[in-house]
C-alpha cells in the first residue's frame, strides 16, 4: 500500500508555531481506539503533522513541525470516518482530514492540534463504468497508482497530471481544487468529478452528483471542490476518464519575447487548439532548464488522443507560432521535460543551502497575463534579500490562463521567515492589484489565508455562512481558507 512522502527529514518534535491547542480529552481518546486505529506516538504524529508547505521544510531541518496534533486516527471504511466526526463534533476537538500531504501551503497542517484523520487506507478503484467513461475510486489512492492501473487494466486515463502524481492522493487532487499539467486538453479537477461521497461534521454521509448533468439547485460538488476538509471529510470520489491516447505529436518553438508567447497561446486556444500541454517559459527559466540562447522564450507544445485531432491542433499551434516570428526549435526539449516534471529534489536542495524558495500560481484573463508578469516579478524582486523570481505559463484556458512564479531568497538564518513572508506579500498583493486570482491550483492552506479577504470580499461572509451551517463547532480543519474559528488567532504568519 502506498504511503505517504515525507517532504525532507524531520529532525525533532517541537512546534514552530505557538497555536493555542484545543484539549483532547482521555475519554475521547478511548473512544477512537475502540472503533479506529489511533496512534499518540509522538513522532508519527510529529510526521502526520507537516506536510510539503516549502517554509516549513526549513522548520523540519530545526528539529520542528508547525503544529503537533494530538493523536492520528487511520479509518479504512466510510462508517469509520463518520464515527470520528461524530466523536470529536461532540467533544469539540478539531479535526485535520489528511492524504499523501503534498500540498503546498500548509493545509494538511493541524493549526490548533487536535486528531489528524489519515485517509490513506482508503485507497483503490471500486468500480469502473467503461461505457459511461466513469470511474468510482477511493480518496486515498495516490495518482501514480490510479493512473497505472486505469491504463494496464481499463485502457483508459483520467488525463490528471500533477507535478505531485507520485506523492499525491485523489482526495488531495478534490479538497485543494488541484490541476494537472495536460488541463488544457482534460480540464481541471473540478472539470472531471462527476459526483462524491462526503462525511458531513455531524458523521452523516451524504452523496453529490452522479449524473451528466442536472438541473437539481446548485451544484454540491462543487461546494466541496476546493473546501481543503472544512466543510466535510471525502471518502469518495467519482471521475471521467477517457480512452488511452493513440497518438501523441511534440513540438517546441522559441520567441524573443514572453509578450509574444503569451499572443500565441492565446490565439491558439481562441481559434479553437487545446494541446494537452502549452508551457511557456520567461528567458530565464528557459536558459536554466533547455539551455536557450539570446534570452529566448520557449514554448513546449504535447497532445495526445486521436491522431486526426491531435494533428490538427498541432498545424494550428504552429501556424501561430510562425506567424509571429516563433522559431521551431529542437522537438526533443518535450521529452526532455517528460523526463524530469514530477522531479521535486530542487526544492530539499535548496532548503539544505538555506535558500528560501516557493512557487506561487495564479490565473487571469488573456488581458491581464503580461501587465501580472511584468509586475510581479518586479514586485518580488523588490524585497530585501530576494533572489530570483522566474514564471512560466503552465495551463491555458479559453478566457485565460495561469502564470507559475518560482522565486528564491538568501536571508540570513535569523530571517528566513520573515523574508518567505515578505516575498509572499509582494508577490500575491501585486498579482491581486492588477485583476489575477489568489491560487490556480495549490490551494489556500494556512499560508494564503491572509488574503482571502482581499481575494473574495463580502464573499468570505458567505463561505462563512455555510461554513457555520454545516460545522456549527467549527472543528473541521480550523484556520484555513480565512475562516473565523472557534480556537484562537492563527499564529501565521
Avoid at 503537533?68 to 470529536?88: G, I, S
Avoid at 472531471?192 to 437539481?216: F, H, K
Wanted: aromatic fraction near 6%; glycine fraction near 10%.
Amino acid at each position: 500500500m502506498t504511503r505517504a512522502t515525507p517532504p525532507i527529514e524531520l529532525t525533532g518534535t517541537e512546534e514552530h508555531l505557538g497555536a493555542d491547542k484545543a484539549p483532547i480529552p482521555g475519554e475521547l481518546l478511548s473512544r477512537l481506539r475502540a472503533s479506529v486505529t489511533t496512534t499518540t506516538v509522538e513522532q508519527e504524529v510529529a510526521e502526520a503533522s507537516r506536510d510539503w508547505w516549502p517554509i516549513s521544510l526549513h522548520w523540519s531541518l530545526a528539529g520542528q513541525v508547525p503544529v503537533r496534533a494530538w493523536a492520528v486516527c487511520k479509518p479504512t471504511d466510510v462508517e469509520q470516518v463518520a464515527h470520528v466526526m461524530r466523536e470529536c463534533s461532540a467533544a469539540g476537538v478539531p479535526v485535520t482530514p489528511s492524504g499523501g500531504r503534498s500540498g503546498v501551503c500548509g493545509a494538511a497542517v493541524p493549526a490548533f492540534g487536535g486528531v489528524v484523520l489519515d485517509l490513506t487506507e482508503l485507497q483503490g478503484i471500486v468500480s469502473v463504468d467503461a461505457a459511461s467513461g466513469v470511474v468510482e475510486v477511493l480518496p486515498g489512492t495516490f495518482g501514480r497508482d490510479l493512473e497505472s492501473t486505469m491504463r494496464a487494466v481499463h485502457g483508459m486515463t483520467l488525463g490528471h497530471w500533477p507535478q505531485s502524481m507520485d506523492i499525491s492522493t485523489v482526495g488531495g487532487w478534490v479538497a485543494c481544487r488541484g490541476s494537472g499539467q495536460y488541463s488544457t486538453r482534460y480540464g481541471k479537477i473540478e472539470d472531471m468529478v462527476t459526483g462524491l461521497e462526503v462525511v458531513l461534521a455531524d458523521g452523516r454521509i451524504i452523496r453529490t452528483g452522479g449524473a451528466p448533468r442536472a438541473s437539481t439547485g446548485p451544484d454540491l460538488t462543487q461546494l466541496f471542490l476546493g473546501s481543503e476538509g472544512t466543510l466535510g471529510v471525502i471518502t469518495r470520489v467519482w471521475m471521467r476518464a477517457h480512452p488511452a491516447p493513440p497518438a501523441e505529436r511534440h513540438a517546441a518553438y522559441a520567441f524573443a519575447e514572453f509578450d509574444t508567447g503569451l499572443e500565441v497561446c492565446r490565439r491558439s486556444i481562441r481559434r479553437g487548439a487545446t494541446p494537452a500541454v502549452l508551457r511557456l517559459y520567461d528567458a530565464v527559466e528557459s536558459k536554466r532548464a533547455y539551455h536557450a540562447t539570446d534570452d529566448e522564450c520557449v514554448l513546449l507544445v504535447l497532445d495526445e488522443g486521436d491522431s486526426w485531432m491531435v494533428d490538427t491542433v498541432m498545424a494550428i499551434v504552429d501556424d501561430e507560432c510562425r506567424t509571429a516570428g516563433g522559431r521551431r526549435i529542437d522537438d526533443s526539449l518535450v521529452t526532455e521535460w517528460l523526463g524530469h516534471r514530477n522531479d521535486t529534489s530542487g526544492l530539499q536542495a535548496l532548503t539544505y543551502k538555506g535558500l528560501v524558495v516557493d512557487t506561487m500560481e495564479i490565473a487571469a484573463p488573456w488581458s491581464r497575463l503580461s501587465e501580472i508578469f511584468h509586475v510581479t516579478r518586479d514586485a518580488i524582486l523588490a524585497v530585501p534579500h530576494a533572489r530570483a523570481a522566474t514564471c512560466h505559463l503552465s495551463h491555458s484556458y479559453v478566457d485565460g490562463a495561469c502564470l507559475y512564479f518560482t522565486f528564491a531568497g538568501s536571508p540570513p538564518a535569523e530571517e528566513v521567515d520573515a523574508t518567505y513572508v515578505a516575498l509572499w506579500d509582494a508577490g500575491q498583493r501585486a498579482v491581486l492589484a492588477h485583476g489575477g486570482n489568489l491560487s490556480h491550483h495549490h490551494g489556500i492552506g494556512l499560508n494564503r489565508s491572509r488574503f482571502m479577504r482581499e481575494a473574495l470580499g463580502d464573499g468570505l461572509d458567505v463561505l462563512a455562512a455555510v461554513k457555520h451551517a454545516l460545522d456549527p463547532a467549527g472543528i473541521l480543519n480550523p484556520g484555513k481558507l480565512g475562516l473565523p474559528n472557534p480556537f484562537g488567532e492563527v499564529s501565521w504568519p
